[in-house]
């Protein structure tokens, strides 16, 4: 189905996530992922980390089993940690304050790693998140860096 060039909410819709072979040059769907965005691939390449277009739900897509499942509610920029165990994000759900959060895959179990109702991340991507190689979270702050004295993570003080 043709979307006007205007018509962005028929454009989301009909997104979905492909795969490239290198070695055939062949184009495929992955199955069940219409109307998904931000797709980011786990570094063990098991699983697939997608949000829905509506921005209410990340969903996890399993090589293993070939199907997909609701990992989270909210929305958010998606890292994986290094080891592919759990998802990153900066979690924002209905009206509560953002929150930077790791969820274990595949159950779901959400843990807080910092509070960010104090913290206005900017930039072009206010919600993007990165790791470093020790799974520290990379950030980029609204704010001049000195303004920030310093922010709770879990069991941690990081200070600029």
């Known amino acids: 189905m043709g979307c006007a060039a205007d018509d962005l909410r028929c454009q989301l819709q009909n997104l979905a996530i492909y795969v490239l072979s290198l070695k055939t040059q ?3 769907k992955i199955p069940g992922s219409d109307a998904l965005v931000g797709a980011r691939l786990s570094g ?7 949000v829905t ?3 209410d739900k990340v969903m996890l897509y399993d090589f293993h089993t070939q ?5 989270v509610q909210g929305d ?3 890292t ?8 990153y994000l900066r979690l924002k759900q209905g009206t509560e ?3 930077l959060v790791r969820v ?3 159950d779901g179990t959400i843990e807080q790693v910092a509070d960010l109702k104090d913290i206005s991340l900017g930039g072009s991507w206010a919600d993007w998140v990165s790791l470093l190689p020790d799974d520290s979270p990379l950030l980029m702050p609204k704010a001049p860096i000195k303004s920030i004295r310093s922010f709770e993570t879990h069991n941690t003080h990081l200070r600029p």
Do not use: M
Not at 80 to 87: E, G, L
């Open 26 to 28: 062949q184009v495929s």
């Open 44 to 50: 063990d390449g098991r699983y697939i980390a997608a």
């Open 53 to 55: 277009t509506r921005l």
């Open 67 to 71: 199907r997909w499942s609701g990992l």
């Open 76 to 78: 958010g920029s998606i």
């Open 80 to 87: 994986w940690s290094h080891d592919s165990k759990f998802v």
């Open 97 to 99: 304050p953002a929150k």
């Open 104 to 106: 274990r895959v595949p």
